[in-house]
């Protein structure tokens, strides 16, 4: 995509409402109540996105006559589940490129893991009748510059040239593509996380909002939550806070947070969707360090997100960083080069969200309080699939089993942890200038290459 600023037609972000397109509807359940007596459970689960929604899930399908409660500080779904652009992909490692430079020798099993995975939640959409809007649908990559239609290995079966993929979307500014028809689907990530919050409850669980976690104490019987005037003591804690990092003590430092922004169109007319060819339910998504990810929406839309990820001084998450002119005002001026017979279309939302990014690119995992609190964050962004993984690595280390999940490295290991500040916001900056350096040139700087012999990567 190139950096050149087309002039963003009149309008068209004018009345976009400043909330997620997904969170936006009258059909957003009212919240629970919150925790406000001392209670005792077998398994405490804190954090009601994905993460923990699916370790309620899993928890109660492996035990059913286990009593476990899920307390979530906001709502359900209110951060990061239901401000994604809703891709949910086999990948548990950021893509395979990062999956087989960082662990080649386990790639196989790890590929083969995410495929049962995704599979997995297809099968748990299908057997509780989950309106999620779930849609397999796979993913196309296209290239936009002329140094990133090498990464679609021109030749080799599924690459697309320039006509092929044109034919499939016409965008003027495609050069290549590849389709991956497999292992990837999108969904609803607001709804599929409420639909499972009414999984769980039908399972067993019970769900606390608006109850926050402040502190998690070691008993002589297990662990004590502290919540406000309440207290819980939990045999086993699954942690599943993902960007808000309070309590995970040392271990915050291996992650920060960045900011992710994103655009939904109104809905579009037949004759405007015609004018783009895009019939097909796949997702997009462009080559290159800073990328775009954008669908179709289940009322006919477009989800237009991604390029400008912003990382914040000290690692703060606030409400008003979820709105950023600028880059709202970037995002659009690329659509409008993207597809430039939509001109006239304007945007009805505009969002951003904080994703929990770590230096791997993908979740690690880890157990405290001597061994009864187990953790996952650093999805860098594929946490809607990749979630439901991470809860059953959790609940398989809480329950001390030998898996070949617990068996792999990439469980095992725990990523680089960033520097303090302002040696964090020095070295995200250095590198954010580097990758837009990449993207345009096709040139690997020195900076960059520094960071790959770190086994930092710094690549999506």
Same mark, same amino acid.
């Given at each position: 995509?190139?950096?050149?600023?087309?002039?963003?037609?009149?309008?068209?972000?004018?009345?976009?409402?400043? %909330?997620?397109?997904?969170?936006?509807?009258?059909?957003?359940?009212?919240?629970?109540?919150?925790?406000?007596?001392?209670?005792?459970?077998?398994?405490?689960?804190?954090?009601?996105?994905?993460?923990?929604?699916?370790?309620?899930?899993?928890?109660?399908?492996?035990?059913?006559?286990?009593?476990?409660?899920?307390?979530?500080?906001?709502?359900?779904?209110?951060?990061?589940?239901?401000?994604?652009?809703?891709?949910?992909?086999?990948?548990?490692?950021?893509?395979?490129?990062?999956?087989?430079?960082?662990?080649?020798?386990?790639?196989?099993? +790890?590929?083969?893991?995410?495929?049962?995975?995704?599979?997995?939640?297809?099968?748990?959409?299908?057997? @509780?009748?989950?309106?999620?809007?779930?849609?397999?649908?796979?993913?196309?990559?296209?290239?936009?510059?002329?140094?990133?239609?090498?990464?679609?290995?021109?030749?080799?079966?599924?690459?697309?040239?320039?006509?092929?993929?044109? #034919?499939?979307?016409?965008?003027?500014? @495609?050069?290549?593509?590849?389709?991956?028809?497999?292992?990837?689907?999108?969904?609803?990530?607001?709804?599929?996380?409420?639909?499972?919050?009414?999984?769980?409850?039908?399972?067993?669980? #019970?769900?606390?909002?608006?109850? #926050? %976690?402040?502190?998690?104490?070691?008993?002589?019987?297990?662990?004590?939550?502290?919540?406000?005037?309440?207290? %819980?003591?939990?045999?086993?804690?699954?942690?599943?806070?993902?960007?808000?990092?309070?309590?995970?003590?040392?271990?915050?430092?291996?992650?920060?947070?960045?900011?992710?922004?994103?655009?939904?169109?109104?809905?579009?007319?037949?004759?405007?969707?015609?004018?783009?060819?895009?019939?097909?339910? @796949?997702?997009?998504?462009?080559?290159?360090?800073?990328?775009?990810?954008?669908?179709?929406?289940?009322?006919?839309?477009?989800?237009?997100?991604? @390029?400008?990820?912003?990382?914040?001084?000290?690692?703060?998450?606030?409400?008003?960083?979820?709105?950023?002119?600028?880059?709202?005002?970037? +995002?659009?001026?690329?659509?409008?080069?993207?597809?430039?017979?939509?001109?006239?279309?304007?945007?009805?939302?505009?969002?951003?969200?904080?994703?929990?990014?770590?230096?791997?690119?993908?979740?690690?995992?880890?157990?405290?309080?001597?061994?009864?609190?187990?953790?996952?964050?650093?999805?860098?962004?594929?946490?809607?699939?990749?979630?439901?993984?991470?809860?059953?690595?959790?609940?398989?280390?809480?329950?001390?089993?030998?898996?070949?999940?617990?068996?792999?490295?990439? %469980?095992?290991?725990?990523? +680089?942890?960033?520097?303090?500040?302002?040696?964090?916001?020095?070295?995200?900056?250095?590198?954010?200038?580097?990758?837009?350096?990449?993207?345009?040139?096709?040139?690997?700087?020195?900076?960059?290459?520094?960071?790959?012999? +770190?086994?930092?990567?710094?690549?999506?």
């Amino acid at each position: 995509m190139s950096t050149a600023r087309p002039s963003l037609p009149e309008g068209s972000l004018d009345g976009a409402r400043p %909330v997620p397109l997904w969170l936006d509807t009258p059909d957003r359940p009212a919240p629970r109540p919150p925790v406000t007596g001392d209670t005792s459970v077998d398994l405490l689960i804190i954090g009601g996105g994905f993460t923990g929604l699916w370790a309620a899930v899993r928890a109660k399908e492996r035990d059913p006559g286990r009593e476990v409660l899920l307390v979530e500080g906001d709502r359900i779904a209110e951060h990061a589940t239901g401000r994604n652009g809703g891709f949910c992909e086999a990948s548990l490692t950021h893509g395979e490129a990062n999956g087989r430079n960082r662990w080649p020798e386990e790639y196989a099993v +790890l590929e083969q893991l995410g495929a049962e995975n995704l599979a997995a939640i297809a099968d748990t959409v299908r057997t @509780y009748d989950m309106k999620c809007s779930y849609t397999p649908g796979g993913v196309l990559k296209v290239a936009t510059r002329p140094h990133t239609v090498a990464a679609l290995e021109p030749g080799s079966d599924g690459h697309l040239d320039q006509g092929a993929v044109r #034919r499939l979307v016409d965008s003027p500014t @495609y050069l290549a593509g590849r389709l991956d028809a497999e292992g990837s689907a999108t969904v609803d990530p607001a709804r599929m996380a409420w639909e499972l919050a009414r999984v769980a409850e039908s399972l067993g669980v #019970r769900i606390a909002e608006n109850t #926050r %976690v402040t502190r998690l104490r070691k008993a002589p019987d297990g662990v004590t939550a502290e919540c406000g005037s309440a207290r %819980v003591r939990a045999d086993r804690v699954v942690l599943a806070t993902n960007v808000f990092t309070s309590l995970l003590g040392a271990r915050a430092f291996s992650v920060v947070p960045v900011y992710d922004y994103v655009l939904a169109t109104e809905p579009l007319t037949p004759e405007q969707w015609a004018s783009i060819g895009w019939d097909e339910p @796949y997702g997009i998504t462009d080559v290159g360090n800073q990328f775009h990810y954008y669908r179709r929406t289940p009322d006919g839309r477009i989800l237009w997100g991604g @390029y400008d990820a912003i990382y914040y001084f000290g690692r703060a998450t606030r409400a008003e960083y979820e709105q950023r002119e600028q880059t709202h005002q970037l +995002l659009a001026r690329h659509f409008f080069e993207t597809f430039p017979q939509l001109a006239g279309v304007r945007f009805t939302h505009r969002w951003g969200g904080a994703i929990d990014t770590c230096s791997r690119f993908s979740a690690f995992y880890g157990l405290t309080h001597s061994g009864r609190v187990a953790h996952a964050a650093g999805f860098t962004g594929l946490g809607v699939g990749a979630s439901r993984f991470a809860a059953d690595v959790m609940l398989d280390l809480l329950a001390g089993k030998d898996t070949e999940r617990t068996r792999l490295r990439m %469980v095992r290991e725990r990523p +680089l942890p960033f520097p303090p500040e302002p040696f964090a916001w020095a070295g995200i900056q250095l590198t954010r200038r580097a990758l837009a350096r990449e993207d345009e040139t096709g040139q690997r700087s020195v900076w960059l290459r520094f960071l790959d012999r +770190l086994g930092l990567g710094f690549a999506s």
